[in-house]
């Protein structure tokens, strides 16, 4: 079965550092999808970024990175120069090949960043 | 900018109840999903539905579900006689191409379901 574990339950950072939130993954199949989404205090899902297992470079999206090391099936993103506005929880997911034919997602439990001023 | 919309953002029900909650995807995707987080915990996939079908669901999704894309727009999830451990966040999300295509999956606001 699929399995989705974010080690981290809290994360701490100063403003303006970088942080890198862990993300490992269980999976036999070879075409997957890896996600990362943001949960505010307000209860909303958004999407930060998106890596294909068959993507060789990692994805970037303004500040946020994947940095995907597939032998170690790993996808951490790395959030850049953080900002106050990013204290969130973090969403660490995978979508792969289902019963049916088509692809579902699997979450992690998530991490809770708080940024520091 | 497209979103997707939900209604109600909160329900409140009591146990054995039938409720409905409505979702409107983005009007050019193709893909639905209804996932169920309850509270504090991690979010989990409950349905998907493409060309009017369901196309994959989960072990929560049983006969007390249902999913149904009753016009062009509008696509709703309910649930016959509900029970306490429903209480959660239900959030809609869709894409275009599908979680194979790849890409962005758009949320919805999500509707707080309270089952007393």
């Known amino acids: 079965a699929q399995k989705i574990t974010q080690t981290q339950p809290g994360m701490f950072v100063q403003e303006k550092e970088a942080v890198t939130l862990d993300c490992t993954y269980d999976?036999?199949?070879?075409?997957?999808?890896l996600f990362w989404y943001k949960q505010p205090s307000s209860g909303e899902m958004i999407f930060l970024i998106y890596q294909g297992s068959y993507d060789e470079q990692n994805a970037t999206e303004g500040r946020y990175s994947l940095n995907f090391q597939k032998a170690r099936k790993s996808a951490n993103l790395v959030i850049s120069a953080s900002q106050l506005g990013d204290s969130a929880m973090y969403f660490c997911a995978m979508s792969h090949p289902a019963s049916g034919g088509s692809y579902i997602p699997t979450f992690g439990r998530g991490t809770s960043l708080i940024v520091h001023p | 900018e497209p979103e997707v919309t939900q209604t109600p953002s909160h329900q409140v029900t009591q146990m054995g109840q039938e409720v409905i909650l409505r979702c409107v995807p983005i009007s050019n995707h193709l893909y639905f999903y209804w996932y169920r987080q309850i509270l504090g915990q991690k979010v989990e996939f409950l349905v998907s539905?493409?060309?009017?079908?369901?196309?994959?669901k989960s072990e929560i999704f049983d006969d007390q579900f249902s999913v149904e894309r009753p016009d062009g727009s509008n696509f709703t999830l309910k649930i016959r006689s509900t029970k306490l451990e429903d209480s959660a966040m239900y959030f809609c999300?869709?894409?275009?191409?599908?979680?194979?295509?790849?890409?962005?999956?758009?949320f919805g606001p999500g509707t707080r379901l309270t089952v007393l």
């Open positions: 999976t036999s199949d070879q075409s997957y999808g």
């Open positions: 999300a869709s894409t275009q191409k599908g979680l194979a295509g790849i890409g962005e999956q758009f």
């Open positions: 539905f493409y060309n009017n079908e369901i196309s994959e």
